[in-house]
């Protein structure tokens, strides 16, 4: 962004998260919309209707597939015809390149705001962990800017980028996680989704980012049942297909819960797994029964890389479409494609059991060992 204007600015603390959100059915964004929400949602819609993306998204024909995972199924078209060519990635730790495509380089128009935390001096940082030595995740001088997607798969489909004028690769630090989680937390809206793709698990650009957007159906995940793997941690095991790992975390937890991820996912980077990540609201471990949503999952995916590989037919295989909702790329894949189809899709991105439970042996262990330390 080299015009020079400075875009809105939204600055935020602690006492901005939703406390009270829950799933009424009823599907209206308009009721108890926070600040965030509205912020968002209307710069999105301006934007929309100034035509400042690559296509027109109006309601997107949906179905939820007959199945216990309930699967949401969406047709858009549009987003694989239109979307800019994803970069050429050949590592999990590449590095960022000025001469690629990245978002210094966009429409100016493209941005909504920008987006920073006011720490209050009641609530400063307790440090401590692996999240110390890189100082605070999110500080009142870290700054996100929040532009839209221009090609967007679902409303207010915006990006949340850390610091862009720093150049950080595709690669998740703590502030970036600390960013998701909050994001959620701020919204008054339980289908507000944030998600993250390593390189490797279809990033389309190697230019520190998280997706947010809005969508109407809940999803399995949200209430999915859980097996305790370090509960000290947050850190679980989600049981359902696909398998992943799990953390929650309310607003009194955040640093602890945001030091755990930052340690999984550092190790996903060393031991070059690519992997994929959903933040979404959602019941605390063991209490699936429960409407509420006064916290976050956090699931993580690790996954077979993807380098070059050739595109699905139906859809890729990353964030939204591990979490159960399904942006079909054209209409026959749409109205035909079953549970069991979707299933036979994921599973070829999926880890083999055997490395799966050996990774979480491993990152099990290295998360007792720092409670014992």
């Known amino acids: 962004m ?35 929400d509205t912020t968002i949602q209307a710069g999105w819609t301006d934007r929309m209707d100034r035509g400042l993306f690559r296509y027109h998204l109006g309601d997107l024909e949906t179905r939820i597939l007959p199945g216990p995972a309930r699967y ?3 047709l858009n078209i549009q987003r694989g015809i239109e979307r800019r060519q994803p970069q050429e990635i050949l590592s999990i730790k590449q590095n960022f390149d000025t001469k690629q495509f990245n978002f210094n380089k966009i429409n100016p128009e ?15 940082p307790k440090g401590g962990g692996p999240c110390k ?6 500080d009142d001088l870290c700054r996100i800017m ?28 703590p502030a970036a996680i600390q960013i998701g989680i909050e994001s959620v937390l701020l919204s008054s809206d339980p289908g507000f989704r944030v998600g993250f793709n390593s390189l490797g698990a279809f990033a389309s650009v ?12 809940e999803l399995n995940l949200e209430t999915a049942s859980t097996q305790p793997l370090v ?20 607003m009194d937890d955040l640093e602890k819960v945001v030091c755990a991820i930052s340690q999984v996912t550092n190790s996903l980077v060393e031991r070059n797994k690519a992997h994929n990540l959903f933040f979404t609201r959602g019941c605390p471990p063991g209490k699936s029964d429960v409407r509420a949503r006064r916290g976050v999952r956090i699931v993580v995916w690790p996954r077979r890389s993807c380098f070059g590989a050739k595109d699905e ?61």
């Open 72 to 74: 949401v199924a969406q």
């Open 133 to 138: 030595e890189n100082g605070h995740p999110c």
């Open 231 to 250: 509960p000290e941690k947050g850190f679980y095991r989600l049981r359902d297909f696909p398998i992943g790992f799990m953390f929650y975390a309310e």
């Open 206 to 217: 190697n230019h520190l980012h998280l997706h947010g957007y809005y969508m109407k159906q």
């Open 313 to 373: 037919s139906a859809f890729n295989v990353a964030l939204c479409e591990l979490a159960g909702h399904l942006p079909f790329k054209n209409r026959h894949d749409f109205e035909h494609s079953t549970e069991k189809d979707v299933m036979a899709i994921i599973q070829r991105y999926l880890l083999p059991d055997q490395q799966f439970l050996q990774l979480e042996q491993q990152l099990t262990a290295h998360l007792q060992k720092d409670i014992k330390a």
């Open 110 to 124: 493209e941005v909504i705001f920008e987006m920073s935390k006011q720490i209050e001096p009641t609530l400063q």
């Open 2 to 36: 080299e015009d020079g204007k400075s875009p809105t600015r939204f600055v935020y603390c602690n006492r901005d998260f939703a406390d009270h959100v829950c799933w009424s059915g009823c599907g209206d964004r308009t009721a108890s919309m926070s600040k965030f």
């Open 146 to 173: 929040v532009m839209v997607n221009v090609s967007p798969l679902e409303f207010g489909h915006c990006l949340l980028v850390p610091e862009p004028t720093q150049c950080s690769p595709q690669v998740l630090t």
